[in-house]
Antibody, heavy 119, light 115 residues
Framework: EVQLVESGGGLVKPGGSLRLSCAAS????????TNWVRQAPGKGLEWVGR??????????DYAAPLKGRFTISRDDSKNTVYLQMNSLTTDDTAVYFC??????????WGQGTLVTVSS | DIVMTQSPDSLAVSLGERATINCKSS????????????LNWYQQRPGQPPKLLIS???TRNSGVPDRFSGSGSGTDFTLTISSLQAEDVAIYYC???????????FGGGTKVEIK
């Protein structure tokens, strides 16, 4: 059974940084396209970005408004994908989900980790 | 940028009745080389992550009850719940993928409740 577990969320001050992790079991993330999607409290889903397979050179893509502040990377030895978030603002407060993508379908989702940006 | 507009924002339906959710894209939804449409539907129950219901506009995911169906093409798509059950109370999102630039876009969501 595929399981994705996000961690690293918490309370951070505006302007601060945070790194989220997405650890997988039952699946080798180096062979998967992995996305981050966020959901602000009471709001809808917003795509953050993704990293493709290691065999493809692992290029990354980001939602235009977040480019430059957010970086996705992967540690294949730990079967984990990361989301580095810098210069955080209150608008970044959300639950952050990771999921795997196959032919544009976001099929496996983690439970999410809550990031709260507040002074 | 592609915009996905869902309607209605919310609807209340009696148990056993039909629920219909619409999703309109600002651009024609991309198709794969084998003519599959990159339009998916997700269900999100309270406190849960989204769950894939329908992929490729009309293909039910494994284990999804057959009361859920998807249809549409081009820019207009529909998710239908033929006979609403209590466990279907959730927010439903349409979703599409675009290649240039690569991006995933979600509709704003439709909240389904029991009347």
């Amino acid at each position: 059974e595929v399981q994705l577990v996000e961690s690293g969320g918490g309370l951070v001050k505006p302007g601060g940084s945070l790194r989220l992790s997405c650890a997988a079991s039952g699946l080798t993330l180096s062979n998967a396209w992995t996305n981050w999607v966020r959901q602000a409290p009471g709001k809808g889903l917003e795509w953050v970005g993704r990293i493709t397979r290691t065999s493809e050179g692992a290029p990354t893509d980001y939602a235009a408004p977040l480019k430059g502040r957010f970086t996705i990377s992967r540690d294949d030895s730990k079967n984990t994908v990361y989301l580095q978030m810098n210069s955080l603002t209150t608008d970044d407060t959300a639950v952050y989900f990771c999921n795997t993508e196959s032919y544009s379908v976001l099929s496996n989702w983690g439970q999410g980790t809550l990031v709260t940006v507040s002074s | 940028d592609i915009v996905m507009t869902q309607s209605p924002d919310s609807l209340a339906v009696s148990l056993g009745e039909r629920a219909t959710i619409n999703c309109k894209s600002s651009q024609s939804v991309l198709k794969s080389s084998n003519d599959k449409t990159f339009l998916n539907w997700y269900q999100q129950r309270p406190g849960q992550p989204p769950k894939l219901l329908i992929s490729w506009a009309s293909t039910r995911n494994s284990g999804v009850p057959d009361r859920f169906s998807g249809s549409g093409s081009g820019t207009d798509f529909t998710l239908t719940i033929s006979s609403l059950q209590a466990e279907d109370v959730a927010i439903y999102y349409c979703h599409q993928y675009s290649k240039s630039p690569p991006a995933h876009t979600f509709g704003g969501g439709t909240k389904v409740e029991i009347k």
